[in-house]
């Protein structure tokens, strides 16, 4: 698929929609929170199903009551709040993520609508190429990529990327993971970044950022004209 083709079905708002998806830490939180509360209650049935040999009578008697459950080898102090946090924290996180996820569905058209024009106004589609160079996410590696800017011309682009992946690549443990840490404490993983941020001397038109999906092209929308936010990359399903 050629970049023409791309930026063609990214023209309008039904092909944006059904190409893009805009991140929503509301989903994220509101099914987060759905999923725990659900492996909390499941958790607490089986416990007190277990206990009363599968006596549902018992299971629904206790299922509220948090001096059912026993957490061994802690002081009663902390023993006390995870009994309490057991029962009754799925309880909370159930309605919460159905609230959180009810909010995220009423308002995905409004933010799409703004994403499109965001990337209409200001956005463009660019081309993401693997830098050599990796981060820590939690206990994942995400690997950082170059994308590039329609300014610039494709064999530039690839150029700079091929050098500074050479860069990489010859680095030692300690160097490298130096450089995983910079780019951490530049906001790598909040969004993209100008890759001038990571190494001095780039183009700052070319952007930074976390791979996105396994395609080669990316949705690219800048922060607004005078702010500090960061760049939003997203992927495109081809």
Do not use: C
Not at 94 to 113: C, D, E, W, Y
Not at 220 to 237: A, C, D, N
């Amino acid at each position: 698929m050629s970049i023409g083709t791309v930026q063609h079905q990214l023209s309008t708002p039904e092909g944006f929609a059904k190409a893009v998806a805009p991140r929503s830490a509301v989903y994220a939180g509101g099914l987060t929170s759905l999923i725990a509360g659900l492996a909390g209650v499941a958790m607490n049935i089986f416990q007190l199903g277990s206990a009363s040999d599968w006596n549902w009578r018992l299971i629904l008697r206790f299922f509220f009551d948090a001096q059912a459950v026993e957490f061994t080898g802690s002081r009663a102090g902390r023993a006390e709040m995870w009994r309490f946090l057991y029962v009754y924290g799925p309880i909370i996180l159930i309605p919460l993520g159905v609230i959180l996820l009810i909010v995220h569905f009423s308002t995905r058209s409004k933010n799409g609508a703004k994403l499109y024009a965001d990337f209409r106004s200001r956005g463009w589609v660019g081309r993401q190429r693997f830098t050599g160079l990796k981060v820590k996410n939690g206990r994942a590696q995400v690997d950082v990529v170059y994308v590039s800017h329609p300014d610039m011309p494709e064999e530039t682009f690839d150029a700079i990327v091929q050098q500074h992946a050479t860069q990489i690549a010859a680095l030692d443990k300690k160097a490298a993971r130096a450089a995983s840490t910079a780019a951490v404490k530049a906001g790598i993983l909040k969004g993209g970044i100008s890759a001038a941020a990571l190494t001095p001397g780039l183009p700052p038109e070319i952007v930074a950022a976390p791979v996105q999906g396994k395609g080669e092209f990316v949705a690219v929308v800048p922060p607004e004209s005078g702010t500090t936010g960061r760049f939003q990359v997203l992927p495109i399903k081809e």
